[in-house]
């Protein structure tokens, strides 16, 4: 063990130029060989040699000169021998994927190493694929017969693994047009699809959570679209709410994966998922007295929808919902708990986020109304008491409500108008933390950038405004020390 420990300390001092020198002289596969998996020391000081004199070769002659030793790496009993070789094998995916493309048995053994008990083994290996299928000889390898019997394999080990590997065929679909028609051409995506089928309920959860992902791009929306997915998960969703005990279980997963199908697509989703919208609104409808089990995922998702413009005008077709929805936030905001209250104004910053490009007047007076029946009288007032407290899960939420605030004509009007405000906003000392820090900043920076504030704060705030951004966010104002003469 002296031994390896000298070699170590030798080699963290030598030139990558000399260790060149030094690789190519020397017979690694006796090393591996010689590895014990049970001396933690020993382990750890061959892995660090090995990765020291792997890192000093060129990316391109690593498949040249030593692709017996990686092999011997990724076939090793030990996980962190495993690393060791996937942490090359990830350099020539980045650098020379179509290299990588024509090394079977290295992808083969890549492949078997997904289905590694050890979550760092399994993930490099997967973040292999992922990076070779952003290369078309990649995707060909991927989906060759010489893989593809290897990872349906290493799916049949367990139902984790099959998951790991929807997981990585997803990342990789999402890349291309072709990366997608290929994950589809293998079946791997049918598959995924055919999941929902089964009475597994945490299974069926992953895969809704997968197929979320999948939908962000318009042809994976094209795929759920062929297959029948939306109509699928629908007939779930409509099964949970005429009592079926198995699919109300899944209720949580389907309500996350419309609303992701709402935000990305609202104007076409917030009218097709009918069910879907009345379901979140009557969670936010105190009336109604089914919310409480559902009202943080229902937040979420008119949060989420309400994020962009068009969410906000598919939001809108459901005004007197809305109305009740603020309201309840308004409510929630009051007297919720702690972590209630700080999704509840996460929620309210994104219906009030609206870039000046698209403030046009039907979304201003949208924006406006929404805020307004959050409380009967000056929903501002409590939004500023709540930034001030201490607390900062409360805090940043309050400061990112004012920072929406802000951007908009009339929340500019409503600031300037709100006592304390002014004082408040230029204040240093309240910030104890850099996330307030910046916070603050960036307020102050878009009220001096905006084409509107100008016009409503005067120019001597606005002054103080441009000082206060020209210091920083950090700046610290200097202490005037006066010293005594003691005689």
Not at 85 to 94: D, F
Not at 312 to 325: G, P, Q, V, Y
Not at 357 to 366: A, N, R
Request: hydrophobic share 45%; aromatic share 8%.
């Amino acid at each position: 063990m002296s031994v390896l420990t000298q070699i170590k300390a030798i080699l963290s001092s030598t030139s990558n130029e000399e260790l060149w020198s030094i690789v190519s002289a020397l017979q690694l596969n006796a090393l591996y060989e010689s590895i014990d998996a049970t001396d933690s020391d020993q382990l750890e000081a061959c892995c660090s040699i090995l990765d020291r004199l792997f890192g000093a070769l060129d990316v391109s002659i690593l498949f040249t000169a030593f692709t017996s030793d990686i092999i011997l790496g990724l076939s090793h009993k030990s996980p962190a021998v495993n690393e060791v070789s996937l942490n090359q094998v990830a350099r020539v995916a980045v650098a020379y994927p179509q290299h990588l493309a024509s090394h079977l048995e290295i992808l083969q053994k890549v492949a078997n190493l997904i289905g590694h008990e050890s979550v760092t083994v399994s993930g490099k290996a997967c973040k292999i694929f992922t990076s070779l299928g952003q290369n078309a000889e990649g995707l060909e390898a991927i989906f060759s017969n010489q893989i593809l019997p290897q990872l349906n394999e290493v799916m049949s080990r367990s139902d984790g693994v099959r998951l790991r590997v929807y997981e990585m065929i997803v990342d990789i679909a999402l890349l291309s047009p072709e990366a997608l028609s290929r994950s589809s051409e293998s079946l791997f995506l049918q598959s995924l699809v055919a999941e929902l089928n089964k009475k597994d309920v945490l299974i069926q959860l992953n895969c809704l959570e997968l197929l979320s992902k999948l939908s962000l791009s318009d042809l994976g929306f094209q795929f759920m679209e062929s297959v029948g997915l939306i109509h699928r998960v629908e007939q779930l969703f409509i099964s949970a709410e005429n009592g079926s005990v198995s699919a109300m279980l899944l209720v949580p997963g389907i309500l996350r994966f419309f609303g992701g199908l709402c935000f990305t697509y609202p104007k076409e989703m917030c009218v097709r998922l009918e069910l879907f919208m009345k379901k979140i609104f009557s969670a936010l409808d105190p009336h109604l007295g089914d919310g409480s089990e559902f009202t943080d995922i229902a937040l979420d998702s008119i949060g989420l929808i309400g994020s962009t413009p068009d969410g906000k005008m598919a939001l809108e077709k459901h005004h007197d919902s809305m109305i009740t929805t603020c309201r309840y936030m308004g409510q929630l905001m009051n007297d919720a708990p702690s972590a209630r209250r700080s999704r509840v104004l996460s929620v309210i910053a994104q219906l009030m986020h609206l870039q000046v490009e698209s403030q046009t007047t039907e979304l201003l007076t949208i924006t406006k109304d929404w805020f307004n029946h959050l409380l009967d009288s000056d929903p501002l007032k409590k939004i500023l008491a709540v930034a001030k407290q201490p607390f900062t899960e409360l805090h940043i939420p309050g400061l990112e409500v004012i920072k929406s605030l802000a951007l908009l004509p009339w929340g500019q009007d409503y600031l300037n108008c709100q006592p304390g405000f002014e004082e408040y906003i230029l204040d240093r000392n309240t910030e104890k933390s850099k996330e307030g820090m910046e916070m603050k900043y960036e307020i102050v920076k878009m009220l001096i950038h905006s084409p509107t504030a100008s016009g409503i704060f005067s120019s001597e705030t606005m002054l103080r405004f441009k000082t206060f951004e020209l210091q920083g966010p950090f700046y610290v104002p200097m202490q005037t020390i006066v010293a005594f003469d003691s005689a």
